[in-house]
């Protein structure tokens, strides 16, 4: 059963930069497009990146641009999402889904557990 692994969360201040990894066991990861999704305490999950799966294609969340990349590995089955100038509002539990291209989380029907990343100012 395929699985996903998410890693590279942590406590940051504002301002400084973090690299998620989305690691998948399969090889049919790489006909799929992955998401990057995270929620808040409190909140919705909220669509954050995605890529196609040819890593050609990528969208991302308003708030989010210009300070993450999101970018995908095939030959490793990994998905990387580097955030940059962080904030504090980026703070949130991060999951990385597979699935069909696009922003709503319906879209994905694997999960990983998530990686807890938080902004202090």
């Known amino acids: 059963q395929e699985q996903l692994v998410e890693s590279g969360g942590g406590l940051v201040l504002t301002g400084d930069s973090l690299r998620l990894s989305c690691a998948a066991s399969?090889?049919?990861?790489?006909?799929?497009?992955v998401g990057w999704f995270r929620q808040a305490p409190g909140k919705e999950r909220e669509f954050v990146a995605v890529?196609?799966?040819?890593?050609?294609?990528?969208s991302y969340r308003e708030s989010v641009k210009g300070r993450f990349t999101i970018s995908r590995d095939n030959a490793k089955n990994t998905v990387i999402l580097q955030m940059t100038n962080l904030k504090s509002e980026d703070t949130a539990h991060y999951y990385c889904?597979?699935?069909?291209?696009?922003?709503?989380?319906?879209?994905?029907?694997?999960w990983g557990q998530g990686t807890q990343v938080t902004v202090s100012s």
């Open positions: 399969e090889h049919t990861f790489s006909m799929k497009a």
């Open positions: 890529i196609s799966a040819g890593g050609t294609i990528t």
């Open positions: 889904a597979v699935g069909r291209f696009g922003t709503d989380y319906n879209l994905f029907q694997l």
